[in-house]
């Protein structure tokens, strides 16, 4: 007889148990054991050398937490049944599935068009039909096609835990301690109101706390830099090989998975139809080619392979405003020297984009807080609030990538 429980020893929060054969089944499943090979963080391992974790780290980080807040809720007297929580745990497991290729690096780049959260969908419906229809309520639950509206919000919501665990474990790996939460504090303090997951007039410091260490977190670390000029390295790599192809020249992948997306850009086939090899796809099928690619005869594929195998990146620089077009001008040309190319290859290596983030956006999902005597405010509209409406605007930073002297 199969084990119906298993435990995993986490270097965030001690032991998780997994004590359903459903899950145990998806956990086993090949298209979630992938989860391993894509990074959480994608480059920021080339500035936080400790933020080696993946994917599957985070996804079973988000479950365990998932179950934390279910047991806080229905200690509080809200109503959940075991099919609902088993399919609010399967929602959030299965809730970054869609994930290609250094995750959100290169989201649109190989397949177009189309989100992550599109095609965690697709393969959470192909799965539900392998599993004779266990996970349609976790389907509905992570669509929002549910009744019970405070499981979506559990999954995706401005107080997710997908947010909570990406945060703590984000700053547990790379060491970052501002984006240090207190995930245990605020999932003391969640409950349901009138169908909707609020949170108890006690833990406002909290939840202001966790939204200026996501704030933080993206300046310090999701957009830093350094970060970024490797991510966008990433980008005009893939775009270049694109390039290359769509004039009939070589650029052969390392697997038939990342070679199929790169030979078929044009295909208008829906991803449906070439759902079972996208799930053949992860970080190794990149990395190997540009390993390969590194030696390859086209001189701006191979040199710009070579900078990011060898982490020679493009220089960065960040300000609040547009970069003067006559300095983008002169660096193009410095660039188009250098590398003896013309100064329309020098796109490749010389461009400018803007970095933005929003602390808190009431608009998208609001914090709303229960007080003792029913009143319910937005998080932004508390008395002394330390999160304002004037967060709730998004910070743009313009950057430029351009070649190191």
């Known amino acids: 007889m199969p084990s119906t429980r298993k435990i995993i020893n986490d270097p965030v929060y001690g032991f998780i148990t997994l004590d359903h054969p459903l899950i145990l089944q998806i956990i086993s499943h090949p298209v979630y054991q992938r989860l391993r090979n894509i990074h959480q963080m994608a480059f920021a391992h080339l500035v936080y050398p400790g933020a080696v974790h993946s994917r ?158 996501r704030r933080l977190m993206y300046w310090q670390v999701y957009l830093h830099k350094t970060v970024l000029s490797a991510e966008m390295m990433l980008v005009k790599i893939i775009r270049r090989a694109k390039e290359l192809i769509s004039k009939k020249m070589p650029a052969k992948a390392v697997s038939d998975a990342l070679n199929f997306f790169l030979q078929n850009q044009n295909d208008s086939t829906p991803i449906e139809e070439h759902l079972d090899t996208f799930c053949q796809l992860d970080d190794h099928d990149v990395m190997a080619t540009i390993k390969n690619w590194s030696r390859h005869p086209d001189k701006i594929l191979s040199v710009l392979c070579r900078s990011l195998v060898n982490r020679n990146l493009l220089k960065v620089k960040l300000q609040a405003e547009a970069f003067d077009p006559v300095w983008v001008a002169e660096k193009k040309k410095e660039a188009a020297s250098s590398l003896n190319l013309s100064l329309e290859d020098t796109d490749y290596f010389v461009f400018t984009g803007v970095a933005s983030n929003t602390t808190y956006d009431p608009g998208d999902e609001r914090i709303n807080v229960l007080f003792k005597d029913g009143t319910i405010k937005d998080i932004s509209e508390v008395d002394n609030a330390l999160i304002q409406r004037n967060l709730s605007s998004t910070i743009k930073k313009h950057y430029i990538c351009y070649l190191r002297n």
């Open 56 to 213: 599957l780290h985070h996804s079973l980080g988000a479950y365990h937490l998932m179950c934390s807040a279910l047991n806080e809720l229905k200690s509080k007297g809200t109503e959940i049944t075991d099919e609902e929580e088993l399919s609010a745990k399967i929602a959030i497991l299965l809730h970054d599935i869609g994930h290609g290729p250094f995750s959100h690096a290169l989201e649109n780049e190989l397949i177009r068009g189309i989100s992550h959260e599109a095609v965690s969908i697709l393969i959470m419906k192909v799965l539900n039909e392998e599993f004779k229809g266990q996970l349609q309520m976790a389907i509905d639950v992570f669509t929002n096609n549910y009744p019970k509206h405070f499981l979506h919000q559990l999954i995706s919501g401005q107080l997710d835990v997908d947010r909570m665990d990406y945060l703590t474990r984000d700053s547990f790996f790379t060491g970052v301690a501002e984006g240090v939460i207190g995930y245990d504090r605020i999932l003391k303090m969640l409950t349901v109101h009138e169908g909707n997951l609020m949170v108890e007039e006690k833990g406002i410091y909290s939840i202001e706390k966790f939204l200026v260490s």
